[in-house]
C-alpha cells in the first residue's frame, strides 16, 4: 500500500504558466481534497472531492481548479499562475463512512510550488 | 466564522522533560478533534477525540478533549528528540467535510 501520493515533489514555475498537481490514493477512499500550507497559516483547504466525478470548493479556491475523473485520483489544475501560490500542497483522503471515522485525513507528502 | 486556536506557537524543552500542547475552539456543531504531527513532511494522524473526559493514549502520548470548556490537550511524556515536530490541531464539524485546522505548535526537543 503506496497510501497517498503526490506527483511532483518540486516545481518551479514563471508567472502565467501552468501545471498540474497529480495526487493518487489506494485506500479505496471516497473523499479527497487539497490544502495548501503556508508559514504562519496552517493548512488551508482548496478544494475536495466526496466521490468520483464531483468537487466542491474549500476555504481558498481562487486560481486553482480540480477533476476527479477516477476514484483514485484528484487533479489540482494552476491556469496562470503567480507568486502568492507559493506554497507547499497536500493531497488527502479519507474513509466514506460512517461519521466520524471520515475526519480522519490521510496526507500525502507534499508538493513544494514556486512561483516566480 | 469557526476558529481553531494552538497554543503555544512554538516550544523548545530537553529529552526528559514533560510538555502539554493546548488547542482551543469555537465551531459550529463540532463532530470532532483531531492532532496531527508533522515532521518536514505529511502530517500523520496521532489522535481522534469525540467524546468528553474519555483520555486516549499511544506510548508516551494522550490526549483528551472537554466539550464544555471547547479544548483539547495534548501530552507527551518523556519527551525524545524525535518528538521534533509541529503538532496540528484539526476540528471536523457537521456542517461538512472539510477540517479546520489551527497554525500548529512547533516543539523542539534538544538532547
Known amino acids: 500500500n503506496a497510501g497517498v501520493t503526490q506527483t511532483p515533489k518540486f516545481r518551479v514555475l514563471k508567472t502565467g504558466q501552468s501545471m498540474t498537481l497529480l495526487c493518487a490514493q489506494d485506500?479505496?477512499?471516497?473523499?479527497m481534497y487539497w490544502y495548501r500550507q503556508d508559514p504562519g497559516m496552517g493548512l488551508r483547504l482548496i478544494h475536495y472531492s466526496v466521490g468520483e466525478g464531483t468537487t466542491a470548493k474549500g476555504e481558498v479556491p481562487d486560481g486553482y481548479n480540480v477533476s476527479r475523473l477516477k476514484k483514485q485520483n484528484f487533479l489540482l489544475g494552476l491556469e496562470s499562475a503567480a507568486p502568492s501560490q507559493t506554497s507547499v500542497y497536500f493531497c488527502?483522503?479519507?474513509?466514506?463512512?460512517?461519521?466520524?471515522?471520515?475526519?480522519?485525513?490521510?496526507f500525502g507528502p507534499g508538493t513544494r510550488l514556486t512561483v516566480l | 466564522e469557526d476558529k481553531v486556536v494552538q497554543s503555544p506557537l512554538s516550544l523548545v524543552v530537553h529529552e526528559g522533560d514533560t510538555v502539554t500542547l493546548n488547542c482551543s475552539y469555537e465551531?459550529?456543531?463540532?463532530?470532532?478533534l483531531l492532532w496531527y504531527k508533522q515532521e518536514k513532511k505529511a502530517p500523520t494522524f496521532l489522535f481522534m477525540l469525540?467524546?468528553?473526559?474519555i483520555e486516549k493514549k499511544s506510548g508516551r502520548l494522550s490526549s483528551i478533549l472537554d466539550k464544555k470548556e471547547l479544548f483539547s490537550i495534548l501530552n507527551i511524556t518523556a519527551t525524545q528528540t524525535g518528538d521534533s515536530a509541529v503538532y496540528l490541531c484539526?476540528?471536523?464539524?457537521?456542517?461538512?467535510?472539510?477540517?479546520?485546522f489551527g497554525k500548529g505548535t512547533s516543539l523542539l526537543v534538544t538532547p
Open positions: 465551531v459550529t456543531n463540532f463532530r470532532s
Open positions: 485506500m479505496n477512499h471516497e473523499y
Open positions: 484539526a476540528v471536523g464539524a457537521n456542517s461538512g467535510y472539510a477540517l479546520n
Open positions: 488527502a483522503s479519507s474513509y466514506t463512512s460512517p461519521l466520524p471515522l471520515t475526519d480522519t485525513q490521510y
Open positions: 469525540t467524546s468528553s473526559g
